[in-house]
């Protein structure tokens, strides 16, 4: 079994109290002095994402990384009133952005704006997940900017778009639980690594079509991947986050090695994990499991993003739900918890990249 690792090793902002059990501490980078990638899930935050020193079988020249490295960006942020996400994707290639708000009483997307741009011009995908992470979006007429400065535990979320949206927010990383990182081996391609982070007590506020969320009481997420994928990936996952209980759970894609649940500020691996679900209907209930036993969720959608592109070299078809998880969660060694109104989102992906 893996030695138990300590969240304040890696992450100088950590609670002691949100040590994982189980799981490793992060290693310093994401390849070893062979030059293969550390394969496995971990707690904290890499050091050095690069794939540079990849070597041996695992090696890949200049024109096969540029077309299939690809790293994102993720923040969510959900709570009682509302719900939004924001991304910056660096396809290698090209940008692309978007950003929803979707508003929980109305069951309504209030705002949902995507767009593309202009590689190493319109944006920057931090290569930090961690601290001093810097991620921006500027051009067509909005800009989003995610960035947490060295020293601090706060990651500041800003962002101005088409139509008057206004959204000024800070993710407090110091009382949060630990990260988890995930290094991959992708099939049709070579590794993945993402980082997870649940459980950021939200303050700020969003402005859109005249109306005002103040951000108070809700919770935020982030998803930083950076890998070399495969040219056609599809995945299902599901994501939520609140003071006590978070999830990360994928089918496809990452494969079980990134699927995990935190309970009172622990870390904990999950198992492989199914989807149950109507694709011509994804506003239709979730059934969601994990192979280990320590999920059985529910998820009732109350509205959907979806987006279909088709470029000239790539296309993807996504629909992300937006909703609550109701069931049970069991920690191993510990009695079941029962969930009821988590909010948070699943997610059905296709794409050719």
Known sequence: MAREGNAALDDPHASPLGAA???????????????????????????????????????????????HAKRWHYVSI??????????????????????????????????????????????RVSTLPGEAGRTIFVGLGASLRLERPAGSPIWQLQAEG??????????????????????????????????????????GEVRVGGRRFDLGGHHGSLDHTMGLLARETSWRWASASSGRIGLNL???????????????????????????????DHLKPWRIRTSTGAIDLTFTPEGARREDKQLYIAQSWYVQP??????????????????????????DHVAKW
């Open 322 to 347: 937006i909703g609550v998880f109701s069931g049970t969660v069991r920690p191993p060694g510990g009695p079941p918890v029962q969930v009821t109104d988590l909010v948070g989102v699943t997610e």
């Open 21 to 67: 059990r189980g799981l490793p501490a992060a290693p310093a980078n994401a390849v070893d002095e062979r030059g293969e990638p550390r394969f496995g899930a971990f707690q904290g935050h890499l050091k050095d994402v690069s794939w540079e020193r990849l070597a041996g079988r695992f090696g890949r020249g200049f024109l096969w990384k540029m077309l």
């Open 250 to 280: 994928v089918e496809g894609f990452n494969g079980p090695v990134e699927n995990a649940l935190w309970v009172d500020g622990r870390l904990y691996p999950a198992g492989a994990a199914t989807f149950e679900f109507d694709k011509n």
């Open 162 to 203: 088409p139509g008057g949206l206004l959204l000024d927010a800070s993710l407090d990383a110091s009382s949060a639980p630990p990260t988890l990182l995930a290094i991959a081996s992708i099939e049709g391609g070579v590794a993945n690594a993402t980082h997870k982070t649940v459980g950021l007590p939200a303050r």
């Open 78 to 123: 959900a709570g009682p009133k509302v719900a939004l996400a924001a991304v910056v994707v660096d396809l290698g290639w090209a940008a692309s952005a978007f950003l929803y708000v979707f508003d929980r009483e109305t069951k309504a997307l209030l705002y949902d704006q995507s767009f593309m741009g202009l590689q190493k011009v319109t944006h």
